[in-house]
């Protein structure tokens, strides 16, 4: 079986130790005073990310974690890993709850807990796919703004100590929805950063994380299908432990209004397809490149159990809202790049005033509330309010490929 921590460190990060190993051993004692005994709640934490932070949180003795996910087998799932691993000190008071933020049994059990000191959410569309057409964009709009803004909402009843939200870089200078909407949701986030401590952070891809084309790789292997990648997509990685890290010192050491990123170097980045070919190496295979899909498929359902040789198809993208690099950082927003080594910090961004903000989620709402609305007015909209929003269609998604 491949060890993919291993192949990981080697072969997409290069890193063998953590990269914010230095800072996080700095910080340690000002984040153990941040969690121990305090009480935590973690949206989507049965997630990739999510579920990697509550990794790192639970190393500093919180008194309770409340875990919500929509998601019932990735809570069982958080929760075996979570009792069956060597070290770990569950809290004291440990609950999951299969059930969407945005339910009004949430803002029930907030309500009868009185709230939480920390509150990180993970819930989010994460895939550029995730626009595909009007009922997708909708979807993607509501979960990641027009619930978060509710969610802020019911915060401000109990305000925590501290509240974290993840974002990404392609909330700069976005060219597809699912930026747009993460652009969006700092926005709204920041609309409260007066009225407690908010902080966010953008980041590269997840090596291997839930739904991630590295992923998708394991699972095509098992059922001996192509393997696929563009092959022109350069992208920054941070392994799924270091994913956790960057949250967790965002969440606790963030000042309110902070967005925090790695400061990864360029030459840093990996291609999807040197990546995929260094993982079929690593699981004793050739590649035999195909340009069309189905060729690759024939040549998988005929091939030998005991086929070294393996399909794969590496393509130029072309796809909507693909963006064809990668970055943390816009002009206009202010910079501390000297408080850790590993971190920048966006002290100061640009922000729409609250008002303005509700406006425009108000405008959403009028929008979805039409039958024969359109994602192209949807685009529109966006654009009004990022009007640096460079969005091109192209009328293909990622789900016409591979």
């Known amino acids: 079986m491949l060890d993919i921590e291993r192949f990981i460190a080697e072969n997409v990060t290069g890193r063998k130790e953590s990269f914010f190993a230095r800072d996080l051993e700095k910080n340690r004692d000002a984040i153990r005073a941040e969690i121990e005994g305090k009480k935590v709640c973690v949206i989507g934490g049965a997630g990739s990310i999510g579920s990697a932070f509550i990794r790192e949180l639970v190393k500093f003795g919180p008194a309770s974690l409340t875990v919500v996910d929509l998601s019932e087998n990735g809570l069982a799932e958080l929760t075996r890993d979570l009792r069956s691993t060597d070290g770990i000190q569950m809290p004291e008071v440990y609950r999951t709850y299969a059930l969407n933020f945005a339910d009004p049994i949430f803002a029930r059990i907030f309500r009868e807990e009185k709230g939480f000191d920390i509150v990180a959410n993970f819930s989010a569309h994460k895939h550029v796919r995730s626009e ?81 084309l590295p992923d998708a790789w394991m699972q095509r292997l098992q059922r001996r299908q192509p393997l696929a990648a563009p092959k022109d997509v350069k992208r920054y990685f941070v392994s799924p432990a270091e994913s956790g890290q960057i949250c967790l010192m965002a969440c606790i050491l963030g000042r309110s209004g902070e967005i925090f990123f790695p400061r990864l170097q360029e030459d840093q980045m990996k291609t999807f397809s040197e990546i995929c070919d260094a993982f079929l190496v690593a699981n004793g295979l050739e590649k035999k490149e195909f340009k069309a899909d189905a060729d690759a498929r024939a040549f998988a359902a005929a091939m030998p159990a005991d086929s070294k040789e393996y399909p794969v198809v590496y393509s130029l993208s072309d796809t909507t809202g693909e963006k064809g690099f990668e970055e943390f950082y816009v002009p206009g927003e202010k910079l501390d790049m000297d408080r850790f080594a590993s971190l920048g910090v966006i002290r100061e961004s640009p922000r729409k005033p609250a008002a303005e903000v509700n406006a425009f989620l108000q405008e959403l709402e009028a929008i979805f509330a039409r039958p024969d609305f359109t994602k192209e007015e949807v685009v529109l909209a966006i654009k009004r309010f990022i009007p640096n929003f460079e969005h091109e269609e192209k009328g293909k998604n990622l789900d016409q490929k591979m």
């Open 132 to 212: 595909k057409d009007k009922y997708a964009v909708q979807a993607l709009l509501e979960n990641n703004d027009i619930k978060a803004a509710g969610l802020m909402d019911l915060l401000c009843e109990y305000p925590p100590r501290h509240f974290f939200c993840v974002s990404t870089d392609k909330a700069a200078n976005p060219v597809n929805v699912m930026g747009a909407s993460k652009r969006i949701m700092e926005d709204v986030i920041m609309a409260y950063k007066d009225r407690f401590k908010v902080s966010t952070a953008r980041f590269a891809n997840v090596a291997f994380s839930n739904g991630s």
